[in-house]
């Protein structure tokens, strides 16, 4: 119900406060600066190059000739308006899922979720760890997306706790129809797989519904634009409850939005009714059926596959401790635009580079093979579709 939130809302009142307004560094401030603590998040997310590159990377169709199918901005977009709506209904803290919702999915690899499956493999095999968009995202903004100052220095981005939380938490993959936040105030880096722990507060646990409500019918949406559906209409017009017609993405997300908002409460949990929730889980199961595991994608992750590992294994390939460097100025005779690009990013995080305009956290040793894997799964991982296919075209020509 309307408002029904508002006591549990994230404000100065509640305990959590403090906790949820931290920052592991504290950002600079200015006499003149009229923002809270989460809109300067929000701006912070929106300026960075990492929220720029959303515009080219995939969300479920790779390279689509209709300029109408969404990408992974859009898909953010749709999240802060979703979160938004939810949020402000039910009094709570609208600045902070919106914070939250931009930065959701900055850690996405290109190539969506077959990119980030490849690195996942790559990381696995050479780190002893695993990769996922959630924990990528979290690393990015603590550790790798840099912003100027006011005085020119490139720092962190230094963001809130509950926006932080926020991105980690936010795994869309859920079937659960009770979300509520938990107490413990954790140290966000304890996470070891997507879903481990309940996000914070109940701000992020808005934007983690939202993210499902935003997927599920737009990528119908697309796929019956694009023609995948054409052998499955009947199907789905029955599960819609359709006779015929077009698939509307906006009734879909509006009746999600009104149920959730009619059944939640802070006793409850964020939920909707079982008849919203079997109709949720009978799409999920369809998309995958029909869409994700479609005959019609295949070609092109086995495409992904050879792009990210031919990227990294160039790169590896070149490691040699403290003769690296020479090896990889060898290498840029035939590949200036690789090589140039990667080690002007392992520099920015390297004492081997000039730091004179750079005060954010040092990550990689040369001398250490992992620091210089590590900083490769990074550099891919920021990659748009385009900036991946442009360099596994530049190893590839001649």
Avoid at 118 to 138: A, P, Q, T, V, Y
Avoid at 274 to 292: D, G, T
Wanted: hydrophobic share 30%; with cysteine; glycine share 4%.
């Amino acid at each position: 119900m309307k408002n029904s939130f508002i006591d549990v809302c994230t404000n100065e009142n509640n305990q959590k406060w403090n906790n949820v307004i931290s920052r592991q560094v504290p950002l600079y401030s200015r006499n003149n600066d009229i923002r809270s603590e989460f809109e300067r998040d929000f701006t912070r997310v929106i300026h960075s190059n990492a929220y720029r590159r959303l515009k080219h990377k995939t969300q479920v169709f790779y390279s689509p000739q209709n300029d109408h199918i969404c990408t992974r901005i859009e898909h953010v977009n749709h999240v802060e308006s979703i979160s938004y709506t939810i949020a402000n209904y039910l009094g709570l803290n609208n600045e902070l899922t919106r914070a939250i919702a931009v930065s959701h999915d900055l850690g996405h690899s290109p190539f969506g979720h077959k990119g980030e499956k490849i690195l996942d493999n790559i990381c696995k095999r050479d780190l002893n760890s695993s990769f996922w968009h959630e924990k990528n995202g979290l690393y990015l903004v603590d550790k790798v997306e840099l912003l100027e100052d006011n005085e020119g220095f490139k720092r962190n981005l230094d963001l809130t706790y509950g926006v932080r939380d926020g991105i980690v938490s936010h795994c869309g993959e859920i079937d659960e129809n009770s979300i509520r936040p938990r107490d413990e105030f954790i140290d966000l880096g304890e996470y070891n797989y997507p879903n481990e722990y309940a996000p914070y507060t109940w701000e992020a646990c808005v934007v983690k519904i939202a993210d499902k409500i935003s997927y599920i019918g737009r990528d119908i949406e697309d796929a019956v634009t694009l023609g995948i559906l054409d052998e499955h209409l009947d199907k789905l017009y029955e599960l819609l409850g359709h006779t015929s017609g077009t698939i509307n993405n906006t009734v879909i997300i509006n009746n999600l939005i009104y149920d959730l908002c009619n059944n939640s409460s802070p006793e409850k949990g964020l939920c909707f009714s079982n008849e919203a929730l079997e109709l949720m889980n009978k799409i999920k199961k369809f998309n995958y059926e029909y869409i994700y595991l479609s005959d019609i994608l295949k070609p092109s992750d086995e495409y992904f596959s050879v792009v990210i590992n031919r990227i990294y294994n160039t790169l590896k390939n070149c490691y040699d401790d403290k003769n690296t460097f020479e090896n990889l100025s060898r290498l840029s005779k035939f590949y200036p635009n690789l090589v140039h690009g990667f080690v002007e990013f392992f520099n920015s995080y390297s004492v081997t580079g000039d730091r004179t305009k750079l005060k954010n956290t040092v990550l990689f040793d040369i001398q250490n093979s992992k620091d210089y894997y590590l900083s490769i799964v990074l550099y891919i991982s920021g990659m748009t579709d385009k900036f991946a296919i442009d360099t596994y075209n530049e190893i590839i020509g001649y």
